[in-house]
Nanobody
């Protein structure tokens, strides 16, 4: 079992940047696939990016490539999402998620653990 806590959200102007963090509890960090998802008001939750905590391999939704960068710190059990050139349409609640690694971490599906989210508002 793992607990996830996001931070780093806030309000920024269009063109600005934010870095989100997700800290995971427990000592099995390297056994997980991690990911960032977002949900805008009235819309379904959507996968932003995933990362393999062991190898660092990443996968992005095509629409996020170039502006969003996912990374991790295996010493701090922390995953990050660096977001640049933010647009109003990036406004959403951003969620951290995890699942035990079975095969590739590129899939956005079957995440087992979720954080409570952090709000990002771009105006």
């Amino acid at each position: 079992h793992v607990q996830l806590v996001e931070s780093g959200g806030g309000s920024v102007q269009a063109g600005g940047s934010l870095r989100l963090s997700c800290v995971a509890s427990g000592n099995t960090w390297l056994h997980y696939c991690m990911g960032w998802f977002r949900q805008a008001p009235g819309k379904e939750r959507w996968g932003v990016a995933t990362i393999d905590t062991r190898t660092g391999a990443t996968n992005y939704d095509d629409s996020m490539k170039g502006r969003f960068n996912i990374s991790r710190d295996n010493v701090k059990n922390t995953m990050y999402l660096q977001m640049i050139s933010l647009k109003p349409e990036d406004t959403a609640s951003y969620y951290c998620a995890a699942r035990l690694r079975v095969g590739s971490c590129s899939s956005f599906s079957e995440m087992s653990y979720w954080g409570k989210g952090t709000q990002v508002t771009v105006s």
